[in-house]
């Protein structure tokens, strides 16, 4: 059996929900670009980065997670096949991770939080980690912590582990001199060398026993700023582990991206950058996975690439799906 996965994250999508996460109307707009994207992705599993917030619903009985709610409810009133969400632990703000599946190709996906026992820690605890070479161990956390599921296919029973991610981004913003702007970037990338590698050592844990999926937007990617030539890697490349173990390393949805007079290529996201002062367009939406998946080439559904849909793509979110094909489950 073969299941496509997606990652897509939608911008500011917990202000599209209400108090009773319900849709709201003022923002029909976006949510019709948004089912008309996934609707085109056709994907049986989607991680939603940025998800609506996990509040209690005001109108259920105050236990159901408002992010499930509202995807669900998005989804009925839609009329996306992908009408079950999933979700594990709460982050300490706003907007959530969560995974969306259709029940009929993807019977369940279960919150399963790794780590522990002399193992890495768990997502919702803390790391300590040496970031930059310098024999000191700093102590990290994430604002979201990962979501951790094992995923089941419903025609062959097989199952997999997911990790759905987002990082720290290397953005700065407000305004500050170019010293404390060095010092942040800088403090940033640590971050997010830090999260990249407590993944990987995830990944490492789950994958002599299971094939392993990884998703979400790492705000991170090859050649994109001073920081990654200084140590000479991304965290991306954490993730993906050493081209010296090949067996090991796990397969991207698409290539190496690549600069290009006009910017980027492929890319996943499109965002006005303050200090530029314009447009930058960026790979930093990833699909990973294990080679015993059989994981084939995906698809970025950037503008470029999937010009019929430039408008409501552009309507949806700032970031553009990336989907993959695994065709071992």
């Known amino acids: 059996m073969a299941l496509t996965l997606c990652t897509y994250n939608v911008e500011h999508f917990n202000r599209a929900f ?17 089912a008309q994207v996934l609707r085109a992705v056709d994907a049986d599993l989607i991680g939603i980065v940025e998800a609506p917030n996990a509040s209690p619903s005001a109108a259920g009985d105050g236990e159901t997670p408002g992010t499930v709610e509202a ?14 969400t999933a ?17 009929d190709t993807v019977e369940e996906v279960k919150h399963v939080p790794g780590g522990g026992r002399g193992l890495s820690p768990a997502f919702d605890e803390e790391l300590f980690y040496d970031a930059d070479g310098d024999d000191i161990e700093e102590v990290y956390a994430f ?14 029973g097989k199952t997999f582990r997911l990790i759905l991610a987002h990082a720290k981004s290397k953005a ?57 030539r200084k140590f000479g890697k991304t965290g991306v490349e954490f993730v993906i582990g050493s081209l010296f173990e090949p067996d090991t390393t796990l397969r991207s949805a698409y290539e190496r991206p690549r600069w290009t007079g006009n910017g980027w290529r492929p890319y996943t996201a499109s965002f006005w950058d303050d200090v530029g002062e314009g447009y930058v367009e960026v790979p ?26 430039e ?15 695994i065709e071992s489950v």
Request: glycine residues 4%; negative net charge; aromatic residues 10%.
């Open 87 to 103: 979700m594990g632990f709460v982050s300490e703000g706003s907007q959530e991770l969560a995974v969306m599946y259709d029940p």
């Open 71 to 84: 995807l669900e409810t998005f989804a009925a009133e839609y009329d996306l096949r992908q009408r079950k």
């Open 311 to 325: 408008e409501t793509l552009y309507e949806a979110s700032d970031h553009f799906p990336v989907s993959m094909v």
């Open 143 to 156: 604002y979201r912590p990962p979501f951790e599921a094992e995923v089941t296919a419903a025609d062959s």
């Open 284 to 309: 930093i939406d990833y699909v990973l996975a294990t080679r015993d998946l059989r994981p084939a080439e995906g698809q970025v559904w950037n503008p470029d690439q999937k010009e019929a849909l």
């Open 172 to 228: 700065t913003f407000g305004p500050m001199d170019r010293l404390h702007r060095r010092q942040e970037s800088l403090a940033n990338r640590k971050k997010i060398f830090a999260e990249c590698n407590w993944i990987r050592k995830r990944v490492e844990e789950w994958m002599d026993d299971h094939p392993v999926v990884v998703m979400g937007d790492f705000n991170d990617g090859p050649g994109m700023d001073f920081f990654e």
């Open 18 to 34: 209400d108090e009773e996460n319900r849709p709201k109307s003022d923002s029909e707009k976006q949510l019709e670009a948004v």
